[in-house]
């Protein structure tokens, strides 16, 4: 299709069978080069109502534990198999564990809102193996829409793919968060306005 899109699914295999499936395409070493591409419903995010259960992080918790020790086993898989992969594991967004435990919209002041609820619906997680552990030196990642420019940037050996990154703003998914934006790095909106999202 050559477009990723929120609404499109391949479908939603039973757990074992997904399992299953997915080591055996990590254990087949023989053949062409592939470009894989897997989403798994691990960790997930919070239960969307509108009001965070009582043990709402105990749950994200159990979740976030499984999917660490289903990673460290893809991954274990990967690299025995294909050492030289490169081999992305990325998110698609925080866990909404603060506030209400969904968007924060109009029950909530804008002067309410904090780094952290900033962070809890934005920042995902990121991490990249690069074949032979060297970084590309193209790797100054912002928003995970960087991630192909990189990876095309390293593979081909050409930089002017990274051209093709876009301006890191949340823009319309600011609607997530009462209208606070992250551009370039920088907050603005709510208690942290013009504060860095994350700090050192």
Known sequence: MGEFRFAFEFGSP???EFLKSKAAVFERNEGPARFV???DNLPGHSQNSGKCLPDENERFEKRLNDANEEM????DLIIRNYPEALIIVAGDHGPY?????TKIKDEYDMAEISRLDVQDRHATFLAIKWPGGVLAGNDDIVVLQDLF???????FEDK???SARIF???????????GVEVREGIIRGGMNDGEP???H
């Open 14 to 16: 039973v757990r074992e």
């Open 37 to 39: 591409y897997m989403h």
């Open 72 to 75: 460290r086993r893809n991954v």
């Open 97 to 101: 564990l603060t506030k209400n435990c």
């Open 149 to 155: 420019p990189a990876i095309f940037s390293f593979l």
């Open 160 to 162: 002017e793919f990274l």
């Open 168 to 178: 890191p703003l949340t823009g319309s998914a600011a609607a997530i968060i009462r």
């Open 197 to 199: 999202l994350f700090v």
